[in-house]
């Protein structure tokens, strides 16, 4: 059949099961948008307020779902504001199409209006991209752009589209989407090798990443945690994996993570790292890291052996599959010294004190926790609150819990809670954000009241720039520059100004109050928290640390580092 590119495009979302896309239109997108109107029965099209919220959107989408993100924006501005939003699914592997409109082809390369060269923009910050130059290529290169997008370590992939390609007429044949095949190639003696480290070892560690949850293997790592009995711990982005309960999950590493998984990894002799990459906020000091380990990675892509921590040996592979073929090779066993020995070091970890004064950070978390199904997408911002909820948040799954990690994007909650909630209409999503990250993107809540959607937003209001000014604190001699912006926003008439409903609380009975409140509404509901300006995120290993320099202190004089600047 003959279909010009717009109806094209729209033929390859079906075949590749997009039902939802979101997007701003433009003039170099019209015909696309003219299309999506003859398939609006098939294609949902979710009309953000800011082309960077429609990239948040289909990020969070994918990740709440698995399934591949999809964000269309038109040419110039519209393309450029897709950047941050393409660079965070690249960090975090998430797996999304942009498409992009351009101007006509024989307008490229003249400057026209709204014109940019967005392949070469986003080179560094996508898996592969694309410009179609013919109408004949429209199809294939779409085709290979889903694939991309989900083979080997997913992420995202840029398909740039001129308008009279996709104004042009050509034959269309429908396909079935090749599948995605697992390359793994599993060899016997380097999985004997490991097996025996494993069984060998007396102070075992296992950490888990972001891959874990990519290759849906949450079910074949509890399996392997059960048998083994090696005591665990997370990244950020491995949160829900294993359950916030569960005897041998002992929660997140690094820079915020608890004294008993540094302490872990730094005593171990055996730390087997499983779909984590090291990054230098967890590996903070990699000359010190794990130094008495032998270490094991296994990982999807081969760049990321030996990248930040020399390794002693490795698997390339999906996690999933490597785990699968791993697990009748290692023993049953408990560990219980060892165990012994990390619930010693539990009774040094820092324990937050509760107050009848003032609303802290994590009574309202696990406030949260208490009032919500265990069901909930939870969706952050970056910056003190993030830290907070990956601390605290009673994580029971993967894909529950959406954060930027990589990136560190402010303004990405919103946008991603929105696309959470379009991808898991039945499940509750919260979004939990500080009034610095929210002022980024808050724009987003005209997108929330269009289309109804339940959506939580808790803000933790310190009315600092939080995570900025604690390093300042600790390291910069309270030199509080540009972290105090002393901004007067009423987030209760924000909201209510764009028909949305907010609470203001300053207790924890006045949040639970309002939060159950909230519970009960149909569209969006903002409840905006006060919480103290000098609240900190504790524990913390400073950058280029090891866990003998933490900081479990309040007061900032305990903290062993020099405040002079020097």
Not at 435 to 447: P, R, V
Request: with cysteine; glycine share 8%.
């Amino acid at each position: 059949m003959k279909l010009n590119g717009s109806q094209i495009i729209a033929e390859v979302l079906i075949e590749h099961g997009v039902d939802t896309i979101f997007g701003y239109p433009g003039g170099a997108v019209l015909n696309i948008y003219d299309a999506l109107y003859e398939y609006s029965d098939k294609i949902r099209h979710i009309l953000t307020a800011h082309e960077q919220g429609a990239s948040h959107a289909a990020d969070g989408y994918a990740r709440a779902t698995g399934k591949t993100g999809v964000v269309l924006a038109t040419s110039g501005p519209g393309a450029t504001n897709l950047v941050t939003g393409i660079a965070t699914a690249y960090m975090d592997s998430v797996p999304m199409v942009a498409i992009t409109g351009n101007v006509g082809t024989s307008l490229i390369g003249r400057d026209a209006f709204q014109e940019v060269y967005i392949t070469g923009i986003t080179m560094p910050i996508t898996k592969h991209n694309f410009m179609v130059q013919n109408i004949s290529e429209l199809a294939p290169i779409l085709r290979e752009a889903f694939k991309i997008a989900n083979s080997g370590r997913k992420g995202p992939v840029l398909v740039d589209i001129p308008k009279d390609v996709t104004a042009a007429v050509t034959e269309f044949t429908p396909q079935v989407p090749d599948p995605i095949r697992d390359t793994t190639v599993l060899d016997a003696e380097k999985l004997k090798t490991v097996a025996k480290l494993i069984n060998s070892a007396k102070r075992p560690v296992l950490e888990i990443g972001g891959g874990v949850v990519s290759a849906e293997a949450s079910d074949i790592v509890r399996a392997f945690v059960q048998k083994t009995g090696i005591p665990t711990c997370h990244t950020l982005m491995a949160a829900g994996v294993l359950g916030y309960s569960e005897p041998l999950n002992y929660g997140l590493v690094g820079m915020h993570g608890s004294y008993v998984t540094n302490k872990a990894i730094d005593e171990a002799d055996l730390l087997l790292a499983v779909g984590t990459r090291f990054s230098d906020r967890v590996a903070l000091n990699t000359d010190h890291f794990a130094s008495r380990a032998k270490v094991v990675q296994i990982d999807i892509d081969m760049s990321e052996i030996c990248k930040n921590v020399l390794v002693d040996e490795y698997i390339e592979g999906d996690v999933k599959t490597v785990l699968t073929a791993l697990l009748p090779l290692v023993k049953e066993k408990s560990h219980s010294a060892w165990v012994r020995t990390l619930e010693d070091y539990k009774k040094d970890d820092y324990v937050p004190k509760d107050s009848k004064e003032h609303l802290t950070p994590h009574e309202l978390v696990r406030a949260i926790c208490a009032e919500t199904d265990k069901e909930t997408v939870y969706v952050t911002d970056v910056g003190q609150h993030q830290m907070w909820a990956a601390q605290y948040l009673e994580h029971t799954r993967a894909r529950n819990f959406l954060t930027s990690g990589g990136l560190g994007t402010m303004g990405y909650g919103y946008g991603a809670a929105i696309g959470a909630q379009f991808g898991c209409p039945q499940a509750r999503v919260v979004h939990i954000t500080g009034d610095g990250s929210f002022h980024m993107n808050l724009n987003e809540a005209c997108t929330a009241v269009s289309y109804g959607l339940p959506i939580i937003t808790v803000i933790f209001d310190n009315r600092v720039l939080g995570m900025v000014r604690q390093w300042q604190t600790c390291f910069y001699g309270k030199r509080y520059s540009q972290t105090d912006p002393e901004r007067k926003t009423d987030f209760v008439k924000v909201i209510e100004g764009f028909g949305g409903k907010g609470y203001h609380v300053e207790t924890l009975e006045e949040f639970k109050a309002a939060y159950k409140q909230a519970q009960a509404q149909k569209g969006p509901v903002w409840i905006h928290c006060t919480i103290e300006k000098d609240a900190r995120v504790l524990p913390l290993i400073p950058a280029g640390k090891t866990v003998d320099d933490i900081i479990v202190a309040d007061a900032c004089e305990n903290c062993v580092h020099r405040c002079d600047g020097k």
